[in-house]
Structures are given as structure tokens and as C-alpha cells.
């Protein structure tokens, strides 16, 4: 039986492709070849119209595009800035928090910390080369000192737990770690108003840098489980 003409699949035409998305895959390109860094100024939105032939709203919709992402950031009467590098093949994983109750936003954070420390301490044990560990050990000797000199140590414990991250050699574990830097660096500026904060779980440092230098991916996780509890029970306790 000879099919009816009517009853094949319609082929529709291409869609026009979004004027949007072709100014932020352009923007793009341009950070990339013009190796723009961090702190860069973007070229102002009139020479984005000129150079893309295309309207105003189009350029802000992708700047607001790019701002959602946090790698650009737009200054009253200065220009837009670049916060992050950025190309076609960048992935972008925002993260929002709101920081008004401080208290919640720690113990949030930490609930999301510790099931990625917990692996990104087992993968430091299998993968950490003897470079890595090196790095680790200087990381950890700073923080030993500034704590034992000062009772606190706030930057040098995050630089030591960002060397662990490298140390697995999946940028993933660092990059997310980072994005929920403010948060912990506001934290540490004044903690509860306690100078002794961590200071129950600073002995397991050294300890979790042992298991990963022993190999050990199941001695990792019970070491960073440590530190991760303890840190839970202060922030409880300091913010009662």
C-alpha cells in the first residue's frame, strides 16, 4: 500500500539561533584570544553594538547572561570587569547562599563540605604524587605555626585543605570548594568572637596528611569526618 504523501514527517526549518547566546559565545571567544585575566575591563556596551551588530538590550541580556555566572561583574560609571576566566567550553556551576543567618548558612555549607572532602581526601590518598605531597606538608607546617603562635588559623587551614584538593588532580574539588570561599572567609574574620575556634580539631590535620601520605583512602575519610564534626559541634555550640 503506497504510503500518503500527507503522513510523512515535516521537515521544519533551522531555528534562527538566539542573538543572545551568539553574543556570549562571542564574548567568549573574545576573553579567550584577547587572554584576558581576572580584573580585565571588557570593552564598553556601544563597542559591543558596533562590533556585533546588535542592539542594547542584546548585549545587557548576555552581561546579565555572564553576571548569573559570577565571572563578570559591572561597575557604576567604571565599566564591566572579568572576575574569572571564561570560554565556549567553560563549565559554570553557581552557588547561592544567603548570608544574612550566618549560623545556617555554616552548617549548610559544611552538610555540602563534607561528603566532598570526604571523597576528595580518599582520592588524594590514591592519586597524591610525591610533588603533592610536599606542598601538602609545607601547607600544613604553616598552619601549625600560625596556630601555635596565634591559637587560630584560619587562610593557612584553608590553603592546606585546598593543597589536599589539588592533590586529587580533579579541578572540580577545588573550583567547589572556592565558590563557597566568602562565606568561610567572612567566618574566619570573626568567628563567633571566639580566636580559639577549630582549635579541637587542628590536631587531626596532621593526621589526615598522614593517611594520604600512607596511601590509606579509608583512613582519609575517617580523618576528615573528624575535623568536619568537630567543626559542626563548635559552630553549635559558639552560636547558641
Not at 574569572?84 to 544574612?100: E, G, N, Q, W
Not at 587560630?152 to 585546598?162: I, K, N, V
Request: with cysteine; glycine share 4%.
Amino acid at each position: 500500500m503506497k504510503a500518503n504523501s500527507s503522513d510523512r514527517p515535516v521537515i521544519r526549518p533551522l531555528p534562527v539561533m538566539d542573538r543572545a547566546r551568539q553574543v556570549t559565545d562571542a564574548l567568549a571567544d573574545y576573553v579567550e584570544e584577547a587572554r584576558l585575566k581576572a580584573g580585565d575591563r571588557l570593552p564598553a556596551e556601544r563597542e559591543l553594538m558596533a562590533a556585533l551588530g546588535v542592539g542594547r538590550s542584546t548585549i545587557r541580556e548576555a552581561i546579565r547572561h555572564f553576571q548569573a555566572l559570577g565571572v563578570i561583574e559591572t561597575r557604576k560609571g567604571s565599566g564591566t570587569y572579568l572576575l574569572k576566566p571564561v570560554s565556549r567550553a567553560t563549565i559554570h556551576m553557581p552557588l547561592s547562599l544567603d548570608t544574612v543567618h550566618l549560623r545556617d548558612v555554616l552548617l549548610q555549607t559544611l552538610e555540602v563540605r563534607r561528603g566532598i572532602e570526604c571523597e576528595a581526601g580518599m582520592v588524594a590518598a590514591r592519586r597524591r604524587t610525591s610533588t603533592d605531597l610536599v606542598v601538602i606538608e609545607e601547607k600544613l607546617d604553616a598552619m601549625e605555626r600560625v596556630h601555635l603562635e596565634k591559637g587560630t588559623s584560619g587562610p593557612e587551614d584553608l590553603a592546606f585543605h585546598l593543597a589536599v584538593y589539588d592533590s586529587t588532580h580533579n579541578p572540580l574539588f577545588r573550583q567547589l570548594l572556592e565558590q563557597m570561599r566568602e562565606t568561610f572567609e567572612r567566618f574566619w574574620e570573626h568567628p563567633f568572637d571566639r580566636q580559639d575556634f577549630a582549635r579541637r580539631s587542628f590536631p587531626f590535620h596532621r593526621t589526615l596528611f598522614d593517611a594520604i601520605a600512607a596511601g590509606d583512602p579509608e583512613a582519609a575519610r575517617a580523618e576528615t569526618l573528624k575535623i568536619l564534626d568537630i567543626v559542626e559541634e563548635d559552630i553549635k555550640e559558639m552560636s547558641k
